[in-house]
């Protein structure tokens, strides 16, 4: 912990690399798999997931060096050298089926979602509303106490959160929500190179902002379609997201992680306003309707379904630690 920084932690050290073996690749394949399922998901965080499955810190360690070895290709000496000296120190064991995994289940299940959320959108609103409000405590849960112990650091952590929360809650008011039947491509490109931040961050959900932005159904749409044009432009999106923020936000998280928690909740809680269930085709606010006794129990069955996750993080966390202090 830096005494000049309050909140900020030191950086999480390399695990050591796992061997690869057959039923490793399964393993870890299943667990893109869970992995690619969160993503489609509103408010289920594919960090999360990688968290609570055991591979968060390998994967995020592994796409910094991918990271540094493209930057070494355009700007480093000795650039096929040193880049490739990068990439083998990524974990392609793990890297390749993970991605696999999670690919596979996007692709399945993309037409499955697009299906729900257009054909039933209050329930599926209701669901997801549900979902985003229970994980706004998943950032909070994941701050380590010792850095608010004074009154400064938790009124700023407060300030911080309610700030964010006021952002995303005037944001989400201007229409957020309504689907977009036609996005332009570079609403696309942007949309998908902030929503990839949600692989960096745990408890953000990038399906969520994409559902907010309006392209969570013309998304997955696209994948199901297999629009290439569509697809082409948002993985070019994602690439440049990663590229970018990937550095900034590791760097973020891993010395000033008490702040940027307090963001994402904060963010996360005020971005609720798009989950309303009720709306109307201009993203307006109505009453609740006929169904209101579904669209509930929805909204708890989301809500259950992410403390469960959350339950089973603390559960393996805590197992986890005590592995490693022993002897």
Not at 255 to 270: E, I, K, N, R
Request: charged letters at 10%; hydrophobic letters at 55%; proline letters at 6%.
């Amino acid at each position: 912990m830096s005494a000049e920084h309050p909140g900020a932690e030191t950086l999480t050290p390399e695990p050591a690399r796992q061997r690869v073996t057959p039923v490793s690749v399964v393993v870890d394949a299943l667990r893109g798999g869970l992995i690619g399922m969160a993503e489609l998901v509103p408010g289920v965080s594919g960090g999360t997931l990688a968290l609570v499955t055991g591979v968060y810190v390998r994967v995020l360690n592994s796409a910094d060096h991918v990271i540094r070895a493209l930057r070494l290709l355009v700007t480093g000496p000795d650039r096929i050298r040193n880049a490739a000296g990068e990439l083998r120190r990524a974990e392609w064991g793990l890297l390749v089926p993970l991605l696999l995994g999670m690919v596979t289940v996007v692709f399945v299940m993309a037409g499955v979602m697009e299906g729900f959320v257009t054909g039933q959108p209050e329930l599926a609103r209701g669901l997801f509303l549900g979902m985003v409000a229970a994980s706004v405590a998943v950032p909070l849960l994941a701050v380590d106490p010792s850095t608010l112990r004074s009154g400064a650091s938790k009124a700023l952590a407060a300030a911080i959160s309610v700030m964010a929360a006021v952002v995303a809650f005037l944001l989400t008011s201007q229409g957020g929500g309504a689907t977009i039947s036609a996005p332009p491509l570079w609403m696309v490109f942007g949309a998908a190179a902030i929503a990839i931040c949600a692989l960096v961050l745990p408890g953000v959900s990038g399906s969520f902002f994409l559902l907010v932005m309006g392209l969570y159904a013309p998304t997955l749409a696209a994948v199901d379609q297999r629009d290439l044009g569509y697809l082409a432009v948002f993985a070019a999106g994602a690439f440049t997201g990663l590229s970018l923020f990937v550095k900034g936000l590791h760097w973020l998280l891993h010395h000033h992680h008490t702040w940027t928690m307090a963001a994402m909740s904060g963010l996360m809680f005020g971005s609720l306003r798009a989950l309303w269930p009720w709306q109307s085709d201009a993203g307006d606010v109505l009453g609740p309707q006929a169904n209101w006794p579904v669209v509930l129990g929805l909204a708890l069955a989301g809500a259950v379904a992410v403390v469960a996750l959350v339950i089973v993080d603390r559960v393996l966390t805590r197992a986890d630690t005590v592995e490693a202090a022993a002897p």
